[in-house]
Each structure stands twice: as structure tokens, then as C-alpha cells.
């Protein structure tokens, strides 16, 4: 059965302290792997969209990459407008389904 | 940027209720998307849809219906409305695999 697991579920950071999200995913035929960011209350603001193990992508103080089994959302001295839920997603090839993991909640204390 | 606009924020219904979820998108996306999110089980897709008139179901198609007469709009209906319909809500459209962009969400509450 095609899964995203997201580790961990919570994460509390002082500001500026620099941490990782993991996305662990057993979709086979991997044709994307998506981050979204999710605000209380409303609906996933797309980040990024890696297609091949070794592809990193940057915006601002987030970085996201991809292996063959997982992929890391690095958050850089992080400040408190970071705080969010974020999701990873991934797609089968063929297929234009999203398969969500539960997300992280992550808290930035100022 | 792409819009995908969900008609109600917040919506109260009755057990036994007719509900329609309204949702419209505004770059001609053949791609559009039923998703509920509840608490500790994430987004779960429910029907999805690739192009005018055609559905198909997702994970969990019990209990709602949906219905795409124009490319721009897909609506997802509940026949019946039960407590455990409660849940927020999402639409989603998207060109082939790329940019899915999502609406702002409904959240539901069946009382």
C-alpha cells in the first residue's frame, strides 16, 4: 500500500534554531513529491515539487530535498511567521493523485 | 496565480440534510479534487475528477456524490448528512501533476 509517513508529528524551536522535517514515503513509481504549508484554518499553500533523488530545492529559510525513500524540509534559523503545519505529499506515475502524510506542527517560540 | 474558490467558509447542516460543497477554479485545470482533513488521519481524497462529466472515486467515496457539468466547477454533494460528514473540507485543481493549487476550505459541522 502506497504510504507518507512524517516525522516528528510536533516540533517546538527557539527562533533561529535550525531543525529538519522528515517525509518517508513506500509509493512505488515515485513521479513527485510535494510540501505544502498549512496556516490554522485554511487550506495548503504549495512550496515545492522535487521530481528525482538528488534535487533540492530553496525559498527563503526552507530547503527540500529527495532521496530514493525520503525527503527532509531543512527550516534555517527559522522565525516565528515559520510556524505551520507542514505537509508532504507524493504522486504514482500515471496517476494524478496526491497521497498526503499527517504533517508536522511546527511552533517557532520567539 | 491560479484561484480556486470553495463558496462557503463555514457551514452548519442538519442530520438528514442535502449539503452541496461548491468549488471553482479559474485556469481551466482538467484536474480537480474532493479532499477531507480530519484530525491525526490527515487529507484523505474522497472523488476526484479529469475532465467534464467524468468522476472517480478516491479512498473514501462513502456517503458523498459529486458532480462536474463545467470544466471550471466540481461539487461535491452529501446525500444525507451525518455527524461523521463533520471535517474541513478542501478542493483541489491542478494541470497534470504540476501546481495543485488548493481552495481556502469548508468546514462542515452536521448537528
Known amino acids: 500500500e502506497d504510504q507518507v509517513t512524517q516525522s516528528p508529528e510536533a516540533l517546538r524551536l527557539q527562533e533561529g534554531e535550525s531543525s529538519s522535517l522528515n517525509c518517508s514515503y513506500t509509493v512505488s513509481g515515485l513521479r513527485g513529491l510535494f510540501w505544502y504549508r498549512q496556516d490554522p484554518g485554511k487550506g495548503p499553500e504549495f512550496l515545492f515539487t522535487l521530481y528525482s533523488a538528488g534535487e533540492e530545492k530553496e525559498k527563503e529559510r526552507l530547503k527540500a530535498t529527495l532521496t530514493k525513500k525520503e525527503s527532509f524540509l531543512h527550516i534555517t534559523a527559522p522565525k516565528p511567521e515559520d510556524s505551520a503545519t507542514y505537509l508532504c505529499a507524493g504522486t504514482l506515475r500515471g496517476n494524478e493523485k496526491l497521497t498526503f502524510g499527517t504533517g508536522t506542527r511546527l511552533t517557532i517560540i520567539p | 496565480d491560479v484561484k480556486v474558490t470553495q463558496s462557503s467558509r463555514y457551514l452548519v447542516k442538519r442530520t438528514g440534510e442535502k449539503v452541496f460543497l461548491e468549488c471553482v477554479q479559474d485556469?481551466?485545470?482538467?484536474?480537480m479534487f474532493w479532499y477531507r482533513q480530519d484530525p491525526g488521519l490527515g487529507l484523505r481524497l474522497i472523488y476526484f475528477s479529469y475532465d467534464v462529466k467524468m468522476k472517480e472515486k478516491g479512498d473514501i467515496p462513502e456517503g458523498y456524490s459529486v458532480s462536474r457539468e463545467k470544466k471550471e466547477r466540481f461539487s461535491l454533494i452529501l446525500e444525507s448528512a451525518s455527524t461523521n460528514q463533520t471535517s474541513m473540507y478542501l478542493c483541489?485543481?491542478?494541470?497534470?501533476?504540476?501546481?495543485?493549487?488548493f481552495g481556502s476550505g469548508t468546514r462542515l459541522t452536521v448537528v
Open positions: 485556469m481551466d485545470h482538467e484536474n
Open positions: 483541489a485543481s491542478s494541470f497534470q501533476s504540476y501546481g495543485y493549487t
